[in-house]
């Protein structure tokens, strides 16, 4: 038995970040890479659509696993019939669900239920949040469906640290202002760290520019907080479901974080003490402004704790392996439902 694992090549972004960096962590356990260049598939023809797939699962054979990353950003009717040409060589899929899309843009939200038929396809799903296994149960997902939680992503890097962050009232976000737009009007007190190539003209934000994965990790740990927030409510609503690779990003560089209640990893970050669970913008500054040395540090201690899981890759190693278990084990969805209680 093989175990490939899809990788989107042809993309630039955060997305395609993540899928690269879950493909990294499975080849260090075995895993092969089956990879998908992206293009507008929409006008190839048939046949050509055809000998594409056979290209890409070329190296498969009856009883292999492959664990799809979805989404691809190709159509669905792409996607759909990538996994139906792996199922039909015999393939058993699991689908990893980085984002969905319907649930990230209004526009979209039509597409739901086809994205639903499409998760249906696989013999395990591996999603972001328990909040997502139940929104999905409650919206159309066959109700043998096994599930894997993914709860976190990974930050990997190989960089050493050598200062403790220092305590400094300031608040950085890695994240473009014509998105989340609330750097534009940013005017408090505690200044705004933007890193961007965007323009930002909120009166007491800084933009900081863009800076590669390993420069941002070093300023940011420098001190200060870590800001994940939102641009509108329907991404607001989103953050129930999904991770934020920010997040991670903040926690990799060990500064503690600041996030809005209700994000799908509230109980993570309150029962190890990594942050600041608020109901808004305003509740976030008062508590940094108010805050004392003492109570950084101990943030700082906490985190310093917890980094290593995600610079190390260690949420991505277990959901892989627990994919495979539960698509090889009988008992295995119950030890993982038994986790969740």
């Not at 805050?291 to 980094?307: L, N």
């Amino acid at each position: 038995m093989k175990v490939f694992i899809t990788c989107i090549n042809g993309l630039v972004g955060t997305a395609k970040d993540a899928q690269d960096m879950v493909s990294d962590i499975a080849h260090e356990l075995g895993f092969r890479n089956m990879g998908i260049f992206f293009y507008n598939a929409r006008e190839e023809s048939v046949g050509s659509l055809s000998a594409r797939y056979d290209g890409i699962i070329a190296s498969i054979s009856p009883g292999d696993i492959v664990f799809f990353q979805h989404p691809t950003w190709h159509h669905l009717k792409f996607e759909e019939g990538l996994i139906q040409r792996i199922k039909a060589y015999g393939g058993r899929v699991i689908i990893v669900v980085h984002d969905v899309e319907p649930l990230m843009m209004e526009s979209s939200r039509f597409m739901l239920g086809y994205v639903i038929e499409l998760f249906n396809s696989a013999e395990v799903l591996v999603v972001p949040s328990y909040a997502m296994k139940k929104f999905l149960q409650v919206n159309g997902i066959r109700k043998n469906m096994k599930f894997v939680i993914q709860e976190l992503w990974d930050y990997t890097t190989d960089i050493k640290f050598s200062q403790t962050p220092r305590f400094q009232k300031e608040i950085h976000f890695a994240g473009n202002p014509s998105k989340f737009l609330f750097p534009q009007q940013w005017s408090f007190d505690v200044p705004l760290k933007v890193y961007t190539t965007e323009l930002c003209t909120g009166k007491t934000a800084q933009n900081m520019g863009w800076m590669d994965f390993s420069s941002l990790l070093l300023e940011l740990a420098k001190g200060g907080f870590g800001l994940v927030w939102y641009g509108d409510e329907y991404w607001h609503q989103y953050m129930k479901y999904n991770n934020t690779f920010k997040l991670s990003t903040y926690l990799a560089a060990g500064i503690p974080v600041i996030v809005p209640r209700g994000i799908s990893n509230q109980y993570l970050i309150e029962k190890n003490n990594l942050g600041l669970v608020v109901d808004s913008l305003d509740e976030a500054v008062e508590q940094v402004r108010n805050m004392e040395d003492a109570d950084y540090q101990e943030y700082v201690q906490h985190v310093g704790k917890f980094a290593p899981l995600i610079r190390n890759g260690y949420f991505t190693k277990k959901f892989l392996i627990d994919a495979v278990q539960t698509i090889m084990r009988e008992d295995m969805a119950d030890i993982l439902e038994k986790g969740e209680a």
